[in-house]
């Protein structure tokens, strides 16, 4: 294949070499661990006098059990809420008053907070974060506002949107109900309600230690200065026992399915089917870079089969994409997603599509597709060093599922090896009937 | 074919990794080029990308007669085909290359950006320059378009704070060019012909209004080669008509527009402050107390922190060119909004009565004046700096005097410009789900 590559270019750099940029293109990582287990990356970067410190806890929504869901992210929410020697909301007073930027996420696998700040202040967000990593206080009289700001926060991004609950409903049939990745990370309401100061500080002292974290530094610093600073501060905090995290093979049972959502509120309708599919670590794994190849030829842009074919082509669509995401510790999906045109329904949209994957399973992908899309990709890569966050979010990703350094330094490579045959294989291998669930959001008959 | 340039591409930025550039302060070169196109750059080798942002004079606010919409629609069609490249053949093209450019309106201007890797650069500014030169608007692609952008105007309507925004925009700008109208947009959206666009992008596309920021892998000389290449061949037209000055006066009133949500979405605004006002930067101190960004403002100590009121609020100062707000926006439960706007309410009298304390505005002005240099972390960032400096008609040694105007300001200049601009009594409240307890008042 890149044999092909190169050729078909007709210039004259050899195909070692094509395939030895390719693994550098990516800036190259510095990574250590201390005695207690944090392992540490570091990503520097001269361009501007800033640095930005992440730390990535091996936890997430997938993690919790049923009747506790939302617990991970309201933890999330309780980390900013004050430890033994800094007030309810100090933290981030400290870093706004110091010019920082910070916030702090929580997704299925992975809890994350981050500080971006002027590079003489990296030791007091070291100093600060290792301190909430050991030293939390969860308080009840914290504890009760925050639950609204919670309730909040979901109502905002789920229950206000119609898409959203649909996702959740598509999650549950995909995933199994009451299993890892088919219940929400920002919880069920009642679930939400019921957690206790108690249920937090539990689920803080399983899961936040430095042996199940990953420190990642970029910017202006260097990797001898990384290490003096994690060694003071996040090195004397004492290792603990973690259970391995457990995540199922399987996903829904009694697939196929499908999913209506008809909603007052929604005014154009959208059509989506999603494929259970594996991750980097769960499932048919050997397919995860070819499914990400594939995912870009199929929808990726407005260039992609599925574009063509739906929206310029047959006029069915107004758009269409695909979508898939390697980086889960479980099973993960790929998705279709189309949205009608005026007059077209959603049952022509399932046919066109339909259509495409037929004729993808039939016919196979040509070479020059294939390599259209590595380059998409890779290119993707290079632009990725022009900010400062995404080196942190794709090491950070990779690491909390399971991935190491050179899996990330090896990627574009990975992607590179991709064949025409390997995609016609992920697509074989992901295209069933048995792993989809299929989902419409439409308008309720009549309503505005 | 594809693969040559990419390949480059890759060596270029293997290249640019294994010699990475010591650390700078931002530079800004005025460049000239010699056909008379201005532009300001940074020069930053430290990733082989240009990033360009750019724009010309004349927006969406003041369209041709029965052409609301006409654009935004002309501005996407720049890229959807332009001299003999079709269509998709356009998008192919600048995909094979990794070249991102594109178009879009707002009120005011008409603005473009381009981003390439500096091994493509030739590609990239040939597109741009085809893109405006030479844009093909085919009848398919032009309807493919407006079916897209009939559809946005109807998706907007699902989503409660794009509603709440565009009530806001109709209420407070009714009777000026800046009012939205959803009606005017779908009727012009329908009628807007392939003449129409073609008449448009020549008003509009024009040398004499033009901003341009670079920043990235290029020098001056180079940059200048290049916008002749893309720039060179526009005419200069005479400036578009504008929008006259908006008149300040807003009566107080609460609308309340129903949705079936379990949240209600809250804008709260107020006249705002000219960009060129000398109390400007007392106003952006007072803004950051009371609703600026990060956990530690006044509003979100009070509606988040201690009452867990909403998941966020915020207030924030907008500019136009013929007009300024100032705007608060927070979303609550339908049975607590009221309790949510009761105290924001408060908090602006409290502002407005009392002031800032003096640890409020030292932690303000260590804030504004720290945050800026941490928010440059990437070329596109440090081109949309460059490019508003100018909008706001500012000089290029501005940077180095801001932190000084922060300080500057004091704690009575805050409760002066509190006082002009904190006016309950003006402010319009825009509420959009099933609030219990707020009733509409006109």
């Known amino acids: 294949m890149l044999g092909g590559l190169v050729a078909g270019a007709g210039i004259a750099v050899g195909r070692p070499s094509f395939a030895t940029l390719l693994t550098v293109a990516r800036r190259p990582a510095e990574t250590f661990t201390l005695g207690n287990g944090l392992q540490v990356i570091v990503l520097p970067s001269r361009r501007a006098p800033i640095v930005t410190q992440v730390l990535i806890y091996k936890v997430g929504g997938a993690d919790e059990v049923v009747g506790r869901t939302g617990i991970a992210h309201f933890l999330e929410h309780m980390m900013f809420k004050g430890t033994a020697t800094l007030g309810p909301g100090e933290f981030s007073k400290i870093i706004a008053r110091n010019g920082g930027r910070e916030n702090a996420f929580t997704d299925f696998d992975i809890t994350g907070y981050h500080q971006t700040i002027a590079a003489d202040r990296l030791e007091m967000v070291m100093r600060m974060e290792a301190d909430r990593m050991a030293n939390l206080r969860v308080v009840e009289k914290e504890l009760t506002p925050e639950r609204q700001v919670v309730l909040e926060e979901r109502r905002m991004r789920t229950e206000n949107v119609p898409s959203s609950l649909l996702d959740e409903a598509v999650r549950e049939q ?8 088919g219940m929400p990370v920002s919880g069920y309401v009642d679930d939400v309600k019921r957690l206790g100061a108690g249920d937090l500080a539990a689920f803080y002292k399983k899961h936040y230690a430095p042996n199940n974290a990953v420190l990642i530094v970029a910017g202006d610093t260097d990797p001898d200065a990384v290490r003096k600073l994690a060694e003071r501060y996040y090195g004397p905090l004492a290792k603990k026992p973690i259970e391995a995290r457990r995540r199922p093979s399987s996903g829904g049972t009694d697939l196929p399915q499908r999913v209506i959502r008809a909603d007052a509120r929604v005014v154009e309708a959208r059509w989506g089917r999603d494929y259970l599919a594996p991750s980097y670590r769960v499932g048919e794994t050997r397919h995860a870079y070819a499914l990400s190849v594939l995912a870009r030829l199929m929808g990726g842009s407005e260039t992609s089969r599925l574009w063509r074919a739906l929206v310029s082509d047959r006029k069915v669509a107004l758009s269409a994409s695909a979508d898939y995401g390697a980086s889960s510790l479980g099973l993960t999906s790929f998705g279709f997603d189309a949205h009608p045109a005026r007059g077209r329904t959603v049952t022509e949209v399932e046919r066109a599509v339909a259509d495409q994957t037929k004729k993808l399973l039939d016919d196979g992908v040509t070479a020059e597709e294939v390599e259209r899309a590595q380059n998409r990709l890779l290119a993707q890569a290079i632009y990725a060093q022009d900010s400062l966050s995404s080196g942190p979010r794709i090491y950070g990703a990779a690491l909390s599922t399971g991935g190491t350094v050179a899996d990330v330094d090896d990627w574009p490579r990975r992607i590179a090896a991709v064949t025409p045959s390997d995609v016609l294989a992920a697509a074989r291998h992901v295209f069933r009937d048995d792993g989809a669930v299929t989902s419409v959001l439409t308008p309720v008959e009549g309503a505005k | 074919m594809t693969a040559r340039v990419v390949l480059a591409a890759v060596l270029a930025a293997v290249l640019a990794v294994l010699s990475i550039a010591p650390a700078a302060a931002i530079d800004i070169k005025q460049v000239t080029t010699p056909l008379g196109i201005k532009a300001w750059l940074v020069e930053d080798k430290s990733v082989p990308v ?34 003999s490249l079709a269509g998709p053949a356009f998008k192919q093209r600048a995909e094979d290359s990794e070249v991102a450019l594109g178009f879009g309106a707002s009120l005011d201007r008409l603005s473009g950006s381009l981003r390439v890797l500096s091994a493509n650069r030739g590609e990239g500014f040939e597109l741009l320059r085809l893109a405006m030169i030479e844009p093909r608007f085919d009848p398919e692609m032009v309807e493919q378009r407006r079916a897209q952008a009939l559809s946005n105007v109807n998706q907007a309507g699902q989503r409660p704070a794009t509603v709440a925004g565009r009530v806001m925009m109709t209420t407070v700008f009714a009777g000026h060019p800046y009012a939205a109208d959803t009606e005017a947009l779908r009727a012009g959206l329908k009628s807007v012909t392939v003449d129409d666009l073609k008449a448009r992008a020549a008003d509009l ?7 341009i920021a670079a920043v990235g892998d290029i020098d001056a000389a180079e940059l200048s080669r290049q916008l002749d290449r893309a720039f060179g061949a526009l005419p200069a037209n005479p400036a578009p008509p504008e929008a006259p000055q908006w008149k300040a006066e807003i009566r107080k009133r609460t609308i309340v527009i129903e949705r079936p949500v379990p949240q209600s979405t809250v804008q709260i605004v107020m006249p705002g402050i000219a960009r060129n006002d000398k109390d400007w930067y007392a106003a952006f101190v007072m803004n950051h107390i009371l609703g600026g960004s990060g956990l530690g403002s006044r509003l979100t100590t009070e509606v988040r922190e201690k009452r867990g009121l909403t998941y966020g609020v915020s207030s924030g100062l907008r500019v ?11 979303a609550s439960a339908n049975e607590k909004v009221a309790e949510a706007v009761r105290v924001i309410r408060a908090e602006i009298a409290r502002l407005r009565t009392d002031g800032v304390t003096a640890e409020e505005l030292a932690d303000a002005k260590t804030y504004l004046t720290g945050a800026l240099p941490v928010s440059l972390d990437s070329s596109g960032s440090v081109a949309s700096l460059l490019y508003s400096l100018q909008i706001d008609g500012l000089p290029p040694d501005h940077l180095d005097k801001r932190s000084a105007l922060i300080s500057a300001v004091t704690a009575e200049d805050v409760r002066r410009v509190a006082r002009r601009l904190l006016r309950d ?12 307890g707020l009733p509409p008042e006109p």
């Open chain 2, 205 to 211: 596309l024009s040398r004499s209004s033009l901003v």
């Open chain 2, 50 to 83: 240009i990033n360009l942002s750019f724009s010309f004079e004349g927006g969406s606010a003041l369209e041709p007669e029965g052409r609301k919409g006409v654009t935004s629609l002309m501005a996407l069609l720049l890229t959807d085909g332009a001299g």
């Open chain 1, 174 to 181: 995909l995933f199994g109900r009451n299993k890892p990745y």
């Open chain 2, 425 to 436: 009594d003006s402010a319009i409240t825009v509420v959009v789900g099933k609030p219990v």
């Open chain 2, 320 to 330: 136009y060119k013929k007009a300024s707000l100032l705007a608060i926006s927070t």
